[in-house]
């Protein structure tokens, strides 16, 4: 089974900084087979970002997914301030999917 | 457009059984695997299993198998969740989502389960 490690826990940082988040895999993960999730408070995920790094409908372009193996990064160009959640990356093979836990993004 | 409108909330006792629901609409319910997510208090994301509901074809996470039922009925467009014997450490929100390949693309509202005696 791959275990994804996700750093840091907690990023701290201000509105219109630049975000960047790790998702590291215990073994070799396909690019196709890596995605990002956005969760707020109080709501369910969103699917921000799949194979590695093709953009889901409806997602701004400050987003971006890029990584190969075992080492993957979420990039936020620009903070607004409803960035401020938390992220998760999610893994699929063998007909099983397996999530990290979770980077919280917080306002500095 | 896609909708998973899942059942409400439910307070039950240890050694309860219960069974929750989600219905999907705006897209091929039978030929798409639905799933759900499990989200204890304060925690991560927790993969549960997936269900195909065309030949009810169902894969379950090593870590939960055994412990949860996952069921589909084709004809109402309906995945459900199964517990048979609650415990305290059920409690949690759970979300059921469409798994389109390798992406989980459209989730449920969540139902929050909670058990206490």
């Known amino acids: 089974e791959i275990v994804l490690t996700q750093s840091p826990g907690t990023l701290s940082l201000s509105p219109g900084e630049r975000a960047t988040l790790s998702c590291r895999a215990s073994q070799s993960v396909s690019s196709s087979y890596l995605a990002w999730y956005q969760q707020r408070p109080g709501q369910a995920p969103r699917l921000l970002i799949y194979?590695?790094?093709s953009r889901a409908t409806g997602i701004p372009d400050r987003f971006s997914g890029s990584g190969s193996g075992t080492d993957f990064t979420l990039t936020i160009s620009r903070l607004e301030p409803e960035d401020f959640a938390v992220y998760y990356c999610q893994q699929y093979g063998s007909s099983l999917y397996s999530f990290g836990q979770g980077t919280k993004l917080e306002i500095k | 457009e896609v909708q998973l409108e899942q059942s409400g909330a439910e307070v039950k006792k240890p050694g309860e059984s219960l069974k929750i629901s989600c219905k999907g609409s705006g897209y091929r319910f039978t030929t798409n695997w639905i799933g759900w997510v499990r989200q204890m208090p304060g925690k991560g994301l927790e993969w549960m299993g997936i269900?195909?509901?065309?030949?009810?074809?169902?894969r379950y996470s090593p870590s939960l198998q055994g412990q949860v039922t996952i069921s589909a009925d084709k004809s109402i467009n309906t995945a459900y969740l199964q517990w048979s014997s609650l415990k305290a450490s059920d409690t949690a929100m759970y979300y059921c989502a469409r798994h389109y390949g390798a992406k989980i693309d459209y989730w449920g509202q969540g139902t929050l389960v909670t058990v206490s005696s």
């Open positions: 269900i195909y509901p065309s030949d009810s074809d169902t």
């Open positions: 194979g590695a790094s």
